[in-house]
């Protein structure tokens, strides 16, 4: 079933992640009056309370401009990244984006074959000239969450939970060890993969076995499984940060922050490029750019020396200078 973006963004969010698939826009008017974007979210899909779930946020933006019209595939759906891919060209959208890394290799078949065809994909890098890349620094966003863990632990001990072991996820792990050890030389930091980003039960396994070995704040680059470890670090009564998007409602007792990778300025960013700027291109999102930072600080009470060791990492990660 198509699905487009009707009604503002958190309504929409809401309405969608409910189960909602109604159409209100007549589709043909809509792409005839305005722009279009297609979407192929990442593996999850709507309701991981984090990539897709942000990425929809920046769809939600869009139609509310009332210039674009914006339509998405999901894999539950179309069982293939390939198939979603191929069936949003067929739809003749202006761009077709792909969200997050995992979707790369279709999205590359389908543009090779369509190159008249402009494509974007997020959190991935392609050498095609009609593919636009647009990545993150993680690694800064990461350091934030890191200082706050350092600060906040009490045992020394905070812990990683990663949904894969491959280079992106590792910028989120170097970047909040970095941070934490900037604050606190002492801390040692616990690192699990769950080699799964869907998996909440899993998160909770991994989750309580690092509690076990002491760690006492808790940091998931996981997807839904990510979602595992913020309820088994509320259950355990310890703090927790949450990932890509303000996570706080999932464990209100135990995220104290979360680290925002903005994925709805990123399809901002994409739809601003389609007429505007050459589409062959790299766009980097970092702290200066808006990409990534942290949601509110919350149930955080720091002395005066506490919160200069925290802005002294926010500016110099802002100025370059973090060892």
Request: aromatic content about 6%.
């Amino acid at each position: 079933m198509k699905k487009s973006i009707i009604i503002s963004t958190i309504t929409a969010c809401s309405l969608w992640l409910s189960g909602c698939q109604s159409v209100i826009d007549d589709p043909t008017a809509a792409v005839d009056e305005r722009q279009t974007m297609g979407v192929v979210l990442s593996d999850v899909g709507l309701g991981d309370q984090s990539f897709s779930d942000a990425a929809m946020r920046g769809m939600g933006e869009l139609r509310e401009t009332g210039e674009w019209f914006v339509d998405y595939r999901e894999l539950s759906e179309t069982e293939t990244y390939q198939a979603g891919f191929e069936e949003l060209v067929q739809e003749g959208h202006d761009v077709i984006v792909g969200l997050g890394f995992a979707c790369q290799e279709d999205l590359e078949t389908v543009a090779a074959e369509h190159p008249n065809q402009q494509f974007a994909l997020i959190d991935g890098v392609s050498a095609l000239p009609n593919v636009l890349n647009v990545t993150f620094e993680e690694g800064e966003g990461s350091a934030l969450a890191g200082a706050v863990a350092g600060l906040e632990t009490e045992t020394d001990k905070i812990g990683f939970i990663g949904g894969m072991d491959i280079e992106l996820i590792q910028k989120f792990e170097a970047g909040f060890e970095r941070g934490a050890k900037s604050v606190n030389e002492d801390v040692e930091m616990l690192v699990d993969f769950s080699n799964d980003f869907a998996s909440p039960e899993l998160g909770r396994e991994l989750a309580e076995k690092q509690i076990k070995e002491g760690a006492d704040v808790l940091y998931a680059a996981a997807g839904l499984t990510g979602v595992g470890v913020l309820e088994t670090a509320e259950k355990y009564g310890i703090k927790a940060i949450g990932v890509d998007s303000d996570q706080s409602m999932i464990a209100p007792d135990a995220v104290v922050t979360s680290m925002l990778k903005q994925v709805d300025l990123a399809i901002v960013e994409i739809a601003g490029r389609v007429t505007t700027q050459p589409f062959n291109d790299h766009v980097i999102l970092g702290i200066e750019e808006g990409g990534v930072g942290l949601a509110p600080l919350r149930r955080i009470q720091w002395d005066e020396n506490e919160t200069t060791q925290y802005e002294s990492v926010e500016r110099q990660l802002k100025e370059g200078t973090l060892k």
